[in-house]
T-cell receptor, first 114, second 115 residues
């Protein structure tokens, strides 16, 4: 079985400050990892994904994430946030053993303050 | 190219009423999914369809039925709605790659309230 833990349910940060949203996963087989963003009253949009290769993955809107197999983590980072980054962020995992099942974390609400 | 579309956007039901949520995708994906989103719980899989003609239960299937009408359309039915089914429902589709990765594309959601 696979699972995802997002350690922070809410992250407030001031505009232009850096931010890190934490995600840890558990799986006994090879994993594929995703970060999705959900703006208010909208569906989920893919930010970035790790399938294989380089452990540092760059996504849209200046976000990046690093896959760390030894720590089973896939933390999301942005060096300087904008008001428009205010949204809920979901980490998700699927694995080679259960490709049909995308398991989501409980989400992190990022609020960027002026 | 509309991606994944869902109807209706909002719905209010009384306990015991039935309704069908509609979903369609124009990306020629084989796999389609229904999720519910509740505060603090992320998204939970209700049912999925790996390909036309097949459906399987997800994590929380009780109280729901699905139909994969054709490759484009996947509907979710509540036969007798209960207040516990008040939620936001998302449909998604994907084409699972050769490596097994499952990048899913989501619709805008249906906000359902059961009184």
């Amino acid at each position: 079985a696979q699972s995802v833990t997002q350690l922070d349910s809410q992250v407030p940060v001031f505009e232009e400050a850096p931010v890190e949203l934490r995600c840890n996963y558990s799986s006994s087989v090879s994993v594929y990892l995703f970060w999705y963003v959900q703006y208010p009253n909208q569906g989920l949009q893919l930010l970035l994904k790790y399938l294989s290769g380089s452990t540092l993955v760059k996504g849209i809107n200046g976000f990046e994430a690093e896959f760390n197999k030894s720590q089973t983590s896939f933390h999301l980072r942005k060096p300087s946030v904008h008001i428009s980054d205010t949204a809920e962020y979901f980490c998700a995992v699927t694995s080679s053993g259960s490709a049909r099942q995308l398991t989501f974390g409980s989400g992190t609400q990022l609020t960027v303050l002026p | 190219n509309a991606g994944v579309t869902q109807t209706p956007k909002f719905q209010v039901l009384k306990t015991g009423q039935s309704m069908t949520l509609q979903c369609a995708q124009d990306m020629n994906h084989n796999s389609m999914y229904w999720y519910r989103q509740d505060p603090g719980m992320g998204l939970r899989l209700i049912y999925y369809s790996a390909s036309e003609g097949t459906t399987d239960k997800g994590e929380v299937p009780n109280g729901y039925n699905v139909s994969r009408l054709n490759k484009r359309e996947f509907s979710l039915r509540l036969e007798s709605a209960a207040p516990s089914q008040t939620s936001v429902y998302f449909c998604a589709s994907s084409e699972i790659g050769l490596a097994g990765a499952n990048e899913q594309f989501f619709g805008p959601g249906t906000r359902l309230t059961v009184l």
